[in-house]
Nanobody
Framework: QVQLVESGGGLVQAGGSLRLSCVAS????????WAWYRQAPGKQRELVAF???????NYADSVKGRFTIPRDNAKNTVYLEMNSLKPEDTGVYYC?????????WGQGTQVTVSS
């Protein structure tokens, strides 16, 4: 079992920055990849960024150059650093951990970007 707890969401003006955190506990060793997803009102959940155990990283085209996904293995934490935020980045952001047997989700944290 893996438990994920996100934090760091909030309200920010367009052009601003936020850093989300996702702390994992439980069977950390079983995690093959971490990811951040988001879901805007009325839209499907979409992948924002992921980082594999080996350190491979990929970003959605919509956030490339603005978001990064650093990881702190000592703290069992993955971050989503968001810069140059736009109103279309508004949504609930979810942390995801993919293991061999299943994937796990955090409870989500709201990010609202005002214009």
């Amino acid at each position: 079992q893996v438990q994920l707890v996100e934090s760091g969401g909030g309200l920010v003006q367009a052009g601003g920055s936020l850093r989300l955190s996702c702390v994992a506990s439980g069977s950390i060793f079983s995690i093959n990849a971490w990811a951040w997803y988001r879901q805007a009102p009325g839209k499907q959940r979409e992948l924002v960024a992921f980082i594999t155990r080996g350190g491979s990283i990929n970003y959605a085209d919509s956030v490339k150059g603005r978001f990064t996904i650093p990881r702190d293995n000592a703290k069992n934490t993955v971050y989503l650093e968001m810069n140059s935020l736009k109103p279309e980045d508004t949504g609930v952001y979810y942390c995801n951990a993919d293991t061999t047997s299943r994937e796990y989700w955090g409870q989500g944290t709201q990010v609202t970007v005002s214009s």
